[in-house]
């Protein structure tokens, strides 16, 4: 077992007894204030650390809660210098809508857990002004709050007061500082995760070489979606209107944030089906030097899903006490699988078919470069790679465009694991699948 640092945000209905959604409302409106006024002290090039003062000093919320605002608008003018590059614009100076109200637990807010497992809260609106209440939400949620409440190891955190779709809720989120996860040593199952635009694939392989099962999650939405938001927003920069970029960017950041928390959780149900499984990775630093990026629209595109999707799938990995690793992607998506083979030249790849220039092995690429991602780990934790024998079929899913609100799965909740839990509608790309993997079976077994 090893350790890591684990936090999952919950999220409550907000029943008050006493204020109002008024003082919410008030609330937010001044963290709103603050917010903007962080934006506009920033836009004067004043020194982020001289910002901070200010504004707390004149707000009218307890200083913590203030200092944790201005925080968060700090942060997102972080994550916007860290992204300029790839696209993104500057935070809209002056947002008109709400802002949450971010607090610690203990100074802006406070959870009481009763004896009949109802849980109260108290929380300071505005300087002085305090909303008292009951929580809301469910079984889940609740306990994973009295978990947090109860055990050593975990603690109750930040919130954050938000109203979605008309109603007061809180986000609240409960950190275990040392949640053990399998060690990647005693893994019998190595999972290789090859991570694209426009899909994932996954090949689960045992120590021996055994290849029990690969799937290709496609999501050709997200990468559609993404297009086209970047064009929106490139279209409204010409024309001059910054106003409403912050709001597609926000839609943009929602409708790729919902669909890629679906794969993640799709990936982590079917990688849960192995004895002992460990998830690796390629490692993002050295991939963006490898890979062939095309375009610098292309490069927009790319970065981040990568980076989202992996931190996703590990997190909600760790949950599940399922380690995950990363290896060295120098070779992953040239190299031919077979051991006694290992060709290595870029002309292998065609766009989603991988033919070795050397031996004639053909599989689907991403499939393939899985499997390179396993034989890559097990090189690197015990410099041996058993031979490759028979691959299985590739299984194909495809992710219909769900929507910024995320609309249902094209193939089921459990459309995830498995040959057999496909409707029929997977079946052309099924005998697709078939098709390749006939050529797979015929290039092993020579
Ligand atoms: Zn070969």
């Not at 650390?49 to 200083?63: S, W």
Request: glycine share 6%; net charge negative.
């Amino acid at each position: 077992m090893q350790s890591s640092t684990l936090t999952q945000t919950l999220s409550f209905g907000l029943d008050i007894h006493s204020g109002s959604g008024d003082d919410l409302q008030r609330g937010c409106l001044e963290a709103r204030r603050i917010r903007n006024e962080t934006n506009r002290l920033d836009r004067h090039n004043r020194d982020w650390e001289d910002i901070k003062p200010v504004v707390v000093d004149n707000a009218n919320h307890v200083k913590n809660t203030s200092q944790l605002i201005v925080e968060k608008a700090l942060g997102e003018l972080e994550t916007y210098h860290d992204n300029k590059d790839e696209g993104w614009g500057r935070p809209y100076p002056y947002i008109d809508e709400l802002y949450p109200i971010v607090m610690n637990h203990g100074e802006g807010y406070r959870l009481f857990l009763e004896d009949d497992n109802t849980v109260r809260f108290r929380i300071t609106a505005t300087r002085g002004t305090h909303v008292k209440g009951e929580l809301c939400g469910s079984p889940d949620h609740f306990d994973r709050l009295q978990t947090a409440f109860n055990d050593d190891e975990w603690r109750v955190g930040r919130a954050e007061v938000v109203e979605k779709h008309d109603e007061w809720r809180l986000h609240v989120t409960v950190t275990h500082e040392t949640h053990q996860v399998a060690s990647k040593h005693d893994a019998d199952t190595i999972v290789g995760v090859d991570v694209n635009e426009d899909c994932i694939a996954l090949a689960a392989m045992r120590r021996d070489g055994d290849v029990k099962d690969s799937v290709v999650i496609e999501y050709p939405s997200v990468k559609e979606q993404r297009h086209e938001y970047f064009t929106t927003r490139k279209r409204m920069q010409t024309a001059g209107q910054t106003g409403f970029e912050s709001v597609v960017q926000t839609e943009e950041r929602d409708y790729v944030q919902d669909a890629l928390h679906k794969v993640s959780r799709q990936v982590v149900e079917w990688v849960s089906q192995f004895s002992a499984p460990v998830v690796v990775f390629e490692d993002l630093k050295d991939m963006r030097d490898s890979i062939d990026y095309g375009t610098r629209m292309n490069r927009r595109l790319h970065s981040l899903p990568f980076a989202a999707l992996q931190e996703m799938v590990s997190y909600k990995a760790a949950w599940n006490e399922i380690p995950a690793d990363k290896v060295d992607p120098e070779y992953t998506c040239q190299r031919c699988p077979r051991t006694e083979c290992h060709h290595t030249e870029r002309g292998n790849r065609h766009k989603k078919r991988f033919k070795c220039r050397q031996c004639g092995f053909q599989d689907h690429a991403d499939r393939k470069a899985a499997v390179c991602v396993v034989q890559e780990w097990l090189d690197e934790q015990y410099g041996n790679v058993p031979s490759l024998e028979t691959l299985p079929r590739v299984w194909t899913v495809r992710r219909a465009a769900s929507g910024a609100g995320g609309g249902p799965d094209s193939h089921g909740p459990s459309s995830g694991s498995g040959v057999h839990r496909h409707g029929t509608s997977a079946r052309d790309s099924q005998s697709r699948a078939r098709e390749e993997l006939k050529s797979v079976a015929s290039a092993v077994q020579d």
